[in-house]
C-alpha cells in the first residue's frame, strides 16, 4: 500500500520561504516520478510541479524560478523548495504518485496520479 505524507506548511509572509516534504513508503521510490498539486478554496486542483524517475523537473509557469521540485530517494522523500512566495501562493499542497513506474509522459496532469497525500495547508499573508 502506497503512503504519501507531506510536511512543512505553515503561515508565511510574503515574500518568504517554505519547504514542503512528502515522504512515500510501500514501493521503490526512485523508480517512480512525483508530482506536487495544490488546491485554493472554491477553485479546482492545479499542478505545482512534477519530477520524474530519472530526475527531470517541470513546473507550472506561475511557480517558474520561485519553486524548486527534488528527490531523495534514499529516503524515499520530495521536496518542494518555495521561495518569494505570494498570496496567490495560499492554498493546500498535496504530493502525488502515479501508478507505472518509469512514467515520462503526462505527468503535470492530476489524472496521471493515483495515489495522494494528505495535503498541507500553505498560507501567504499580504
Known amino acids: 500500500q502506497v503512503q504519501l505524507v507531506e510536511s512543512g506548511g505553515g503561515l508565511v509572509q510574503a515574500g518568504g520561504s517554505l519547504t514542503l516534504s512528502c515522504a512515500a513508503s510501500?514501493?521503490?521510490?526512485?523508480?517512480?516520478?512525483m508530482g506536487w498539486f495544490r488546491q485554493a478554496p472554491g477553485k479546482e486542483r492545479e499542478f505545482v510541479a512534477a519530477?520524474?524517475?530519472?530526475?527531470?523537473?517541470y513546473y507550472t509557469d506561475s511557480v517558474k524560478g520561485r519553486f524548486t521540485i527534488s528527490r531523495d530517494n534514499a529516503k524515499s522523500t520530495v521536496y518542494l523548495q518555495m521561495n518569494k512566495l505570494a498570496p496567490e501562493d495560499t492554498a493546500a499542497y498535496y504530493c502525488?504518485?502515479?501508478?507505472?513506474?518509469?512514467?515520462?509522459?503526462?505527468?503535470?496532469?492530476?489524472?496521471?496520479?493515483?495515489?495522494w497525500g494528505q495535503g498541507t495547508q500553505v498560507t501567504v499573508s499580504s
Open positions: 510501500g514501493r521503490t521510490f526512485s523508480s517512480y516520478a
Open positions: 502525488a504518485a502515479p501508478p507505472s513506474p518509469y512514467r515520462t509522459v503526462a505527468v503535470t496532469s492530476k489524472e496521471t496520479y493515483d495515489y
Open positions: 519530477i520524474s524517475w530519472s530526475g527531470r523537473t
